[in-house]
């Protein structure tokens, strides 16, 4: 299959509202469908795919194109990284060395090697007489295969460098080993050995499903030997792996946190497991972390919604404050899940007790203000003036967070019966607070949004009355004599020329009616890569989005409008014109000029 085959079966098998729907939460707007827009900060959706022309565009930053230009746009990724992405997506085989001019790039051989090493750990869980110790850890969690298999969870050897050698017969180099944090350079000055040697592996995913890192347990035997050796080794930051950025689970628990319009965060890849096996699918983990922005970036193309459960610890709870944090000033609702006390110590073990109470839990999760409000009653004195204004003051720095005045008198009032103080006292404090600064628990934008966004030049009145009709004839046909009627004369926009020239030509040809458009059409698809049939195909979305309501009449109606506002515009703007040549032809007295303009103008009427 040639190069642009290949595009064009990718494109045949993907719709660009699935492709873009994993990023962004789109709601349906007439034949399309909108969002936010990722690429400029935006609180009004201006930003629309249209699964019938396979294209997205941004009314307000002007973004647009199709699966490839959106997937390289929010992944930061040049062409052939995106093909490969888009052609697994697809399941449609490359070449070798399609999409990459014959060299593979280092973050594709990464993500090979990590793969490459997370089959075998997979398969040496399964079959291997070394891996009897992970099985038993599997068999005691209850796992079931279906489990294992989904998860890929495996086994890596309790030696030096057994991974090491097989990956390199399999044609990576130590280097490359090295760079994708499965080896480690030997502490004598030469060599590397193995990173994970007899644990059990949890392979860490990307939204993709690619294996980007692991999660090494513990078992007995290699490490384990060690009473001082840790219970869980990581990879560490590489070219494709940042654990600010990864979220446990988010490949298989994507489409569950859409569908339930929830994301249920814990700290365990162990949580996640047993969650996801006992049908409770909407989990992921943040693997030990607080919330980051990165994180809140990629739950936001699923969710505005988010319930926190984090250990009671002290290193949980402060977690769970600083997420709350991150969250709340990224602009998300936060609840709080507090375990039963007869539900064990995590969600893995609530789940494997009785799945009814973690279901429970879930949906009985407390606002985070309840939560912080809990915490304070547990621990305050309230026989000591000093403990509860120190309390009460802490409390009024979360309620002063909130962007939402409502709300505020909300907790003022809990707050109030809590300490038994009058609401205004409480009231004038928050006042005192006043807002905090932005650098108080609220995200940076995500990469894509913070790009620098130059926005569209302001267009003049009579360049968009042309987009609209030229919009209008495109998508409805029984329009078209009379834009192209109502355009002949004019002076059009030198952008919009070319398009409409063909469409007239098209229109103004022998064919019936009933053909043209059709033609037209087929005519524009033969150009897909043209900026002319890119242009079509804006201009079709944004007719349908600003008069796709209309009935008939009233498409005829807003028809003769526009086509009365641009004549009337040309005219302006023609008079302007001839005011100024007058000018310069009184101050040349050229008496000859001066009586052609005059007649012009008195032949002019608006």
Request: proline content about 4%; glycine content about 8%.
């Amino acid at each position: 299959m040639s190069g642009d085959g290949v595009i064009d079966e990718i494109k045949r098998r993907l719709d660009i509202a699935e492709v873009v729907g994993d990023y962004l939460q789109l709601k349906r707007a007439g034949t399309s469908l909108r969002a936010c827009c990722p690429f400029h900060d935006e609180k009004t959706p201006s930003f629309f795919v249209n699964p019938e022309r396979q294209i997205y565009h941004c009314f307000g930053c002007g973004e647009g194109g199709d699966i490839f230009e959106f997937v390289q746009k929010m992944e930061g990724l040049e062409f052939p990284d995106a093909l490969r992405l888009l052609a697994g997506k697809a399941g449609v085989k490359l070449q070798p060395g399609r999409g990459d001019d014959g060299q593979r790039s280092e973050r594709r051989r990464l993500l090979e090697a990590n793969a490459l090493a997370a089959k075998l750990y997979h398969r040496l869980l399964l079959d291997d007489e070394r891996a009897a110790a992970a099985r038993q850890y599997v068999e005691r969690r209850a796992l079931s295969a279906d489990t294992v298999e989904s998860f890929m969870l495996g086994y890596s050897p309790d030696s030096w460098d057994a991974t090491s050698k097989f990956l390199m017969s399999r044609g990576f180099s130590e280097s490359e080993l090295f760079r994708a944090g499965l080896s480690v350079k030997s502490d004598r000055g030469t060599g590397h050995y193995d990173r994970f040697r007899g644990r059990m592996m949890f392979p860490i995913r990307d939204v993709h499903g690619e294996v980007i890192g692991f999660t090494a347990r513990v078992l007995p035997g290699a490490d384990g030997r060690d009473p001082d050796g840790p219970k869980y080794v990581n990879t560490p930051q590489t070219l494709v792996y940042d654990k600010s950025r990864a979220l446990y689970g988010i490949n298989l628990a994507k489409q569950h946190i859409r569908r339930e319009g929830l994301a249920v965060v814990v700290e365990g890849n162990m949580d996640v497991i047993s969650s996801h096996q006992a049908g409770v699918e909407n989990v992921v983990a943040s693997s030990g972390t607080a919330l980051t922005s990165e994180q809140l970036d990629l739950f936001r193309r699923f969710t505005d919604r988010l319930v926190l459960s984090f250990d009671a610890d002290s290193a949980g709870e402060s977690a769970a404050k600083r997420g709350i944090d991150m969250a709340i000033g990224a602009g998300f609702s936060v609840r709080m899940l507090r375990l039963p006390p007869d539900a064990g110590k995590d969600p893995d073990d609530c789940v494997r007790r009785d799945v009814e109470l973690w279901k429970h839990a879930i949906a009985e999760a407390e606002p985070y203000m309840s939560w912080y409000l809990n915490l304070a009653s547990e621990r305050t004195d309230f026989s000591s003036a000093e403990s509860k204004r120190r309390a009460a003051g802490e409390l009024l720095q979360e309620i002063a967070k909130m962007p939402n005045q409502v709300e505020q008198s909300h907790w003022i009032s809990e707050l109030a019966r809590m300490f038994s103080t009058p609401e205004a006292m409480l009231f004038e404090q928050l006042r005192r607070l006043g807002r905090p600064s932005p650098a108080r628990g609220q995200t940076q934008p995500s990469a894509a949004a913070s790009t620098t966004v130059t926005p569209p030049a302001r267009k003049e009145r009579t360049d968009i009355c042309v987009e609209y009709l030229l919009g209008l004839a495109l998508v409805w046909s029984s329009l078209s004599q009379t834009v192209v009627e109502g355009l002949a004369d004019g002076e059009l926009p030198a952008g919009l020329t070319e398009l409409y020239s063909n469409y007239r030509e098209f229109y103004t040809s022998t064919r019936s009616d009933g053909e043209k458009a059709p033609i037209f059409r087929s005519w524009l698809a033969s150009r897909d890569k043209s900026a002319m049939a890119r242009q079509a195909a804006v201009l079709e979305l944004q007719a349908e989005q600003e008069f796709g309501e209309l009935p008939p009449e009233g498409l005829r109606e807003e028809t003769g409008k526009l086509i009365g506002e641009f004549k009337s515009l040309q005219i302006s703007h023609r008079r302007q014109e001839l005011v100024r040549a007058m000018s310069a032809a009184e101050r040349n007295g050229d008496l000859e000029k001066i009586k052609e303009i005059q007649r012009e103008l008195g032949e002019m009427t608006v």
